[in-house]
């Protein structure tokens, strides 16, 4: 079945450390895209990218960084840049950048401690 | 700049009855899209319904429908016969135009809860 996969599901950081959260869709989806989620607040969009070897920043993109050398992968770094990166991240594809149907991950849910 | 507003932080329905989510949006845009996800306790977002702002009927899909006023830019949710599995999170959102880069816009989301 085609889908997205978010690993890991938790993921517990420590302070002034780097993470990376894994993204994968067999979908064969054109874009991807990155939100986060925090409590009482719908979700923030962070990173996107419409084809492979370019992404472009969100409305929160400060903190984070992303890659895109495969069309099936869109890694998500939370840098020790970010000040509070505790929050639950998602992951989307959509086939047609222009349609706006999204299919998403299971998510990420990222604790400092 | 595109903005979705969802004024009921929580509501409550009883089973087997309808109940009606808010959702209203503001764009200068003539051409964009409207959605709805269900976000359970796991936090996947499951796709629910969607209207395009050239469609002139309302969407349904299954016990869903979305009651569509162009003039008053509302896109309200409304649920018939609520069931238990309904208890969850919904989000409307709001997409920008074809050949933008289909970024989706949310609200801060309702929390449904569906009661005997």
């Known amino acids: 079945d085609g889908g997205i996969t978010q690993s890991p599901k938790y993921l517990f950081r420590k302070e002034g450390q780097n993470v990376t959260l894994s993204c994968e869709q067999n979908l064969n989806h054109d874009a991807m895209y990155w939100y986060r989620q925090d409590p009482g607040q719908g979700l923030r969009l962070i990173y996107y990218s419409q084809i492979v070897n370019d992404f472009q920043k969100g409305d929160i993109a400060e903190g984070y960084s992303v890659s895109r050398e495969k069309k099936e992968s869109f890694p998500l770094t939370v840098t020790s840049a970010q000040k509070n990166p505790t929050a639950f991240y998602l992951c989307?594809?959509?086939?047609?950048?222009?349609?706006?149907?999204?299919?998403f991950g299971s998510g990420t849910r990222l604790t400092v401690v | 700049a595109q903005k979705i507003t969802q004024t009921q932080p929580g509501m409550f329905v009883q089973e087997k009855e309808a109940v009606t989510l808010d959702c209203t949006y503001d764009t200068s845009d003539q051409s964009y899209g409207l959605f709805w996800y269900k976000q359970p306790s796991s936090g996947e977002m499951i796709f629910l319904i969607y209207?395009?702002?050239?469609?002139?009927q309302n969407a349904t899909e299954g016990r869903y429908s979305l009651n569509f006023q162009k003039a008053r830019k509302s896109a309200n949710l409304v649920i018939s016969a609520s069931q238990l599995g309904d208890s969850a999170m919904y989000f409307c959102?709001?997409?920008?135009?074809?050949?933008?880069?289909?970024?989706?816009?949310f609200g801060t989301g309702t929390r449904l809860q569906v009661t005997l």
């Open positions: 959102a709001m997409r920008e135009p074809r050949g933008a880069a289909s970024k989706l816009t």
């Open positions: 209207q395009g702002s050239y469609d002139e």
């Open positions: 989307a594809s959509s086939r047609d950048p222009g349609s706006g149907g999204y299919t």
